[in-house]
């Protein structure tokens, strides 16, 4: 008699099954293990997001290089240059 | 390691690691730590495993191991809080009562200790070999037997008393 109920017991244990969110527990242990977790969606714009950083720097570099410097660029674009009245201030004084 | 190979490694052992955990503590939040805490450790020692065996057995022990050791700390936090009569920090199986999570299954297994507890779910819940708990364990086959022998005693005894 004994051996029948604990047979039944341990055949209860066996079919015990309670449940669970496996999603947020992956969420969880992605954050304790130091990692953030993203989804595709989130993996594809953190690229987008980087690669326009990127280009931005790139694209700063490059007219910081070949070109005058920005301070030296807003200057030409305020006051003109010299060599044409195009700009907004430059363009008011001829116009007086 | 890519994120994509935990993620596989998660989804492929989770249920196995879910079961074991769920029949070894009470209470979900309990569980729910535990199995946490069991994939944090195979995501680090991920990098050095050296496939010696399968990945499910390595997965399966760190399961076993890290039960077993959640399990001890429990108990002496509970003894601690005991004796110093403050019951508020024994941890969270308050929050979930046996009855609500349908966990007053395990009641007669609360009765073992943690090895025991370990040693009678390996063997007639899990359907795993002595010399496999044995080597799992540390232990030898005979000290395997005679605790299972106690532990299945011990349940026995409670189940009979419960209904």
Redesign the interface.
Known sequence: M?KI??ED??V???Q???D?D?DG??E??SR??G?V?FGPMGRFSLALAGAAVVASIAAFAFVSYFSASPGELAMDYVFGNGRSASSPVMAYVFSE | MRDSDFSKIYSDHREMVWKLVSRYVSGQHDREDLFQEVFVRVHKALPKFRGDSGIGSWIYRIAVNTSLNHLRKMKLRKGLSEALGMLALTGHQEDFPAEQDGSALLRPLEKLNPRQRMILILSDVEERKLSEIAEMLNMSVGTVKSSLHRAREIVRKEVEKNG
Do not use: G, Q
């Open positions: 004994d109920m604990y017991y341990t209860r244990l066996k015990y099954r309670p669970v496996f527990l992956y969880r242990i304790k293990a990692r977790s």
